[in-house]
Antibody
Framework: QVQLKESGPGLVQPSETLSLTCTVSGFSLTSYSVSWVRQPSGKGPEWMGRMWYDGDTAYNSALKSRLSISRDTSKNQVFLKMNSLQTDDTGTYYC???????????????WGQGTLVTVSS | DIVLTQSPALAVSLEQRATISCKTSQNVDNYGISYMHWYQQKPGQQPKLLIYEGSNLASGIPARFSGSGSGTDFTLTIDPVEADDIATYYCQQSKDYPFTFGSGTKLEIK
């Protein structure tokens, strides 16, 4: 079945770079697009960006200067790197999958369990 | 960016109807499709898709949940409300980048 699992450091120092990995199973990254969504505690989610099935990327303009999303299709992994972290980057980070293969509706049908990232010295 | 506005909380009695609203700062319809989606999130869990494209029920979601609306005004209805529905509900638009979410409506029992 479709599974997504986020992994990465739980604690990041201010001004440092966050690196997260989303490992997927049950589908191919060359058929389905994967997005990163984050959520500060007690607040609504924020779409960060996506890796399209064809390898193209799209980013939230608010984060674009700090954010990079890449993938390794042979390992079924999607990566997030974001630099210059501040305390307001603290929250739970999710990877999500589009509902259908190819260019499909931009809603999030499958979610990983999320990984909590705390930015603190 | 398109801003989605939701009321912070809604209190309803069990077995009654809950109506959760989401208002957008711009029209999120295009070619007859409403690019509005709804999610349920329980504490400590990831969001769960309920409704996509305004009114389509996601797979495995009970028919007690329904979505309606168009343009800038959308509604998620739960009828009747069950105890398991206690959660926070978020709307999300995909009409324009960046995709944006509302701040959530917490459903509480009277």
């Amino acid at each position: 079945q479709v599974q997504l699992k986020e992994s990465g450091p739980g604690l990041v120092q201010p001004s440092e770079t966050l690196s997260l990995t989303c490992t997927v199973s049950g589908f191919s990254l060359t058929s389905y697009s994967v997005s990163w969504v984050r959520q500060p505690s007690g607040k609504g989610p924020e779409w960060m960006g996506r890796m399209w099935y064809d390898g193209d990327t799209a980013y939230n303009s608010a984060l674009k200067s700090r954010l990079s999303i890449s993938r390794d299709t042979s390992k079924n992994q999607v990566f997030l790197k974001m630099n210059s972290l501040q305390t307001d980057d603290t929250g739970t980070y999710y990877c999500t999958r589009d509902p259908l293969p190819g260019y499909s509706g931009n809603w999030f049908a499958y979610w990983g369990q999320g990984t909590l990232v705390t930015v603190s010295s | 960016d398109i801003v989605l506005t939701q009321s912070p909380a809604l209190a309803v009695s069990l077995e009654q109807r809950a109506t959760i609203s989401c208002k957008t700062s711009q029209n999120v319809d295009n070619y007859g499709i409403s690019y509005m989606h709804w999610y349920q999130q329980k504490p400590g869990q990831q969001p769960k898709l309920l409704i996509y494209e305004g009114s389509n029920l996601a797979s495995g979601i009970p028919a007690r949940f329904s979505g309606s609306g168009s343009g800038t005004d959308f509604t998620l209805t739960i009828d009747p409300v069950e105890a398991d529905d206690i959660a926070t509900y978020y709307c999300q638009q995909s009409k324009d980048y960046p995709f944006t979410f509302g701040s959530g409506t917490k459903l509480e029992i009277k």
